[in-house]
């Protein structure tokens, strides 16, 4: 399985951005992809998540209500689209597919994208 992130960049706060996280390979076998974030002196954290198997989705308390994890089945792709932003949302995104949703999610457990750049500053 291959992971391959595109967007982010700098946005000023209260604006939107989306990522994406194309996967390739034997992505079946994945139940769960997320995202997940790093800040500068900060640990990874997850940000959202979405089971490949029933659609359900999960969310850091931080981010309810102003992030949406998706998923094009026929793409085989995973969005986030990131609204109203704030400057403590900046740090590298990480998209990442684990074999089980609930590890992925808990101990990230799983497989890797190269991660991606968010700032949010005006």
């Known amino acids: 399985l291959q992971l391959v992130q595109s967007g982010g960049g700098l946005v000023q706060p209260g604006g939107s951005l989306t990522l994406s996280c194309a996967a390739s390979g034997f992505t079946s076998d994945y139940s769960g992809i997320g995202w997940f974030r790093q800040a500068p002196g900060k640990e990874r954290e997850g940000v959202a998540c979405?089971?490949?198997?029933?659609?359900?989705?999960i969310y850091a308390e931080s981010v309810k209500g102003r992030f949406t994890i998706s998923r094009d089945a026929t793409k085989n792709t995973v969005s986030l689209q990131m609204n109203s932003l704030k400057p403590e949302d900046t740090g590298v995104y990480y998209c990442?597919?684990?074999?089980?949703?609930?590890?992925?999610?808990?101990?990230?457990?799983?497989?890797w994208g190269q991660g991606t750049q968010v700032t949010v500053s005006s």
């Open positions: 979405i089971n490949t198997g029933d659609g359900s989705t």
């Open positions: 990442a597919a684990g074999l089980d949703f609930g590890h992925l999610w808990s101990s990230q457990l799983g497989l």
